[in-house]
């Protein structure tokens, strides 16, 4: 009887003492994953202790079956404090084999590139920023009042063939049209906010024409001042500044032509100096011009489509292809190819994310 009340702990005793070896002897946790099954596994050595408790008197059952759940728990115990220190040690041995060189030059990343056009949109976005100017924008699907009326452009006005219009079917006073150009902003913002008014408006644009030069959908950025003095003046500094700055051509020539727009009195078209000597566009100061853009201060009846006292309030606007820009900027020939989506063609002239020649940081 004394036998049986001593015997059961003295066995758990070396038990212990030869897991504990094991534990703290393990190399790595693999042999440690090891150990633990079979110690503490379905079929473990603890585990099948734990089974023949049932077939024992029930006092001896209880003091037995607390001894062995100490040993359990100091068995899990121990081998989670070893898995720590595996652990630990296996990262040191990572730390001290592998190293970094951070001279190496980067991985050369090859998928993804930045399309030209949001390129050009976002340097021609930056640079006026720098002027002052806020984003607008406007819907793509445009009723012909904004398009067209608001815009001093009447239904039997001559401007309007000018224009290859898609019409979209509607049913309202005014039809629906894809937006010819971005002068519709101009319209929708003084509706919206009062003067100053400064903004520039990027967007599609879509007209019925398709050849070397033309594309049934393209983008045109638009700008709108209102103030109450603002003159021509204004309006020539900041095609100068931005003209000169976009292109990166410090004494690029600037020419103011007269011209008509419904929407501007007096109308311009802006020409940049450039060379075709050879057959061959070049931009700067060579004596040769090249149209680039409209503007003109903001026709009296535009302000009164817009709410706006035109005896108060004047301002000028203009409006630009984003295609043309980026053509001229970058080289490309075709306009056509902008919206091919030829992978090859985009890898050559599109751009990465982190090599972005940002006209704003220019020094
Ligand atoms: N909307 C004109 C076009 O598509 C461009 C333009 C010219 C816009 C003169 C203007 C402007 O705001 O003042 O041809």
């Excluded at 209880?62 to 121990?78: F, P, S």
């Excluded at 904004?146 to 898609?166: K, V």
């Excluded at 149209?291 to 817009?306: Q, R, Y």
Aim: hydrophobic share 40%.
């Amino acid at each position: 009887m004394s036998q049986s009340v001593s015997a059961p702990s003295d066995d758990l005793d070396t038990l212990k003492i030869e897991l504990a070896a094991a534990v703290a002897s393990a190399a790595d946790s693999a042999a440690l994953d090891a150990l633990r099954v079979s110690a503490l596994g379905k079929k473990g050595r603890i585990t099948d202790l734990m089974k023949t408790l049932g077939a024992l008197p029930a006092e001896e059952r209880k003091m037995r079956g607390a001894a062995l759940n100490v040993l359990k728990d100091e068995i899990a115990v121990a081998i989670d404090a070893r898995q720590k220190i595996l652990s630990a040690a296996a990262l040191q041995d990572r730390l001290s084999r592998e190293s970094l060189d951070v001279t190496l030059p980067a991985r050369p990343q090859n998928e993804g590139r930045i399309h030209p056009i949001s390129q050009t949109i976002d340097e021609i976005v930056t640079l006026f920023a720098s002027q002052g100017f806020a984003v607008a924008k406007g819907p793509d699907i445009e009723s012909e009042y904004y398009n067209f009326e608001a815009l001093n452009i009447p239904s039997s006005h001559p401007a309007r063939d000018m224009q290859a219009t898609f019409f979209m079917p509607s049913s309202g006073e005014y039809k629906m049209v894809l937006r010819t150009q971005t002068s519709p902003v101009q319209i929708r913002t003084m509706r919206e906010q009062k003067p100053p008014i400064r903004i520039i408006a990027p967007g599609r644009t879509y007209r019925c024409d398709y050849d070397m030069t033309h594309t049934p959908m393209f983008h045109q950025v638009e700008g709108l001042v209102i103030d109450e003095a603002t003159h021509m003046g204004h309006l020539k500094g900041c095609l100068l500044d931005f003209l000169r700055e976009f292109f990166g051509i410090d004494d690029l020539p600037i020419r103011f032509r007269p011209s008509y727009f419904p929407f501007t009195e007096p109308s311009a078209e802006v020409d940049i100096g450039c060379s075709r000597k050879g057959g061959e566009l070049k931009l700067g100061n060579f004596g040769d011009w090249l149209e680039i853009l409209g503007c003109g201060m903001v026709h009296p009846n535009v302000l009164k489509n817009c709410g706006i006292d035109p005896e108060k309030y004047q301002g000028f606007a203009f409006g630009m292809g984003i295609e043309r820009l980026a053509m001229l900027k970058y080289g490309i020939p075709d306009l056509r190819t902008f919206f091919d989506a030829d992978l090859r063609w985009l890898k050559h002239y599109g751009f990465m994310p982190l090599d972005i020649p940002n006209p704003a940081l220019k020094a």
